[in-house]
């Protein structure tokens, strides 16, 4: 046999088994798609499952946060017999950001719109208070600001953190 020959029977060779294997393919295309398909199915509803809890205590706690930042359960919470204007208000400020750092990564498990409101509830609510403080006179007490602020919240027509814990409830009835 020569060089020539060999090279043909190679080529032929190889060429048949690309034909056969191409045929192969073609025949099991759909199956082998279907398979793919499923697998990833698969994966997203174990994905689901396991994320649907982690989103369920996002959503707690988003609710406990907006709880414990509400004023009147600040002032109930920090008010101390006797307290200057200047305590109560570095403990409330310190109190709002330390429960906001604490529950900072739960926007990774809820809706990015439901999260803003709840970061600009925060902001609110630190406005809120530095603006009672300005409204007061430098020699005013702790029961001067809670009544100041007490007085505001009275004042909005709707409550700011009653309408965030029901959109966060929204947000969780979205998840079923």
């Known amino acids: 046999m020569n060089t020539q020959q060999i090279l043909i029977d190679i080529v032929v060779l190889f060429l048949g088994v690309f034909l056969a294997l191409f045929a192969i393919y073609y ?3 759909n199956d082998i798609h279907r398979f793919f398909n ?3 199915i698969e994966l997203n509803k ?3 499952a396991h994320l649907l809890p982690l989103r369920l ?4 706690r988003l609710i406990i946060f907006t ?3 509400n004023p009147a359960n600040l002032l109930v919470r920090l008010h101390q017999q006797g307290i200057g204007i200047s305590t109560l208000q570095a403990g409330i400020l310190n109190e709002v950001r330390s429960e906001y750092q604490h529950n900072i990564t739960q926007q990774l498990y809820i809706d990015s719109i439901t999260w803003n409101v709840v970061r600009k509830l925060k902001e609110d609510t630190i406005a809120m208070i530095n ?3 300005k409204g007061l006179p430098a020699d005013a007490n702790g029961i001067e600001l809670s009544k100041a602020i007490l007085q505001h919240m009275a004042s909005i027509d709707e409550n700011p953190y009653d309408l965030t814990i029901e959109l966060v409830k929204k947000d969780i009835q979205k998840l079923f």
Do not use: P, T, Y
């Open 131 to 133: 603006n009672a403080v």
């Open 46 to 48: 174990e994905s689901r």
């Open 27 to 29: 025949l099991l295309k």
């Open 38 to 40: 499923l697998k990833n």
């Open 67 to 69: 709880d414990r930042i």
């Open 57 to 60: 205590q996002a959503h707690e």
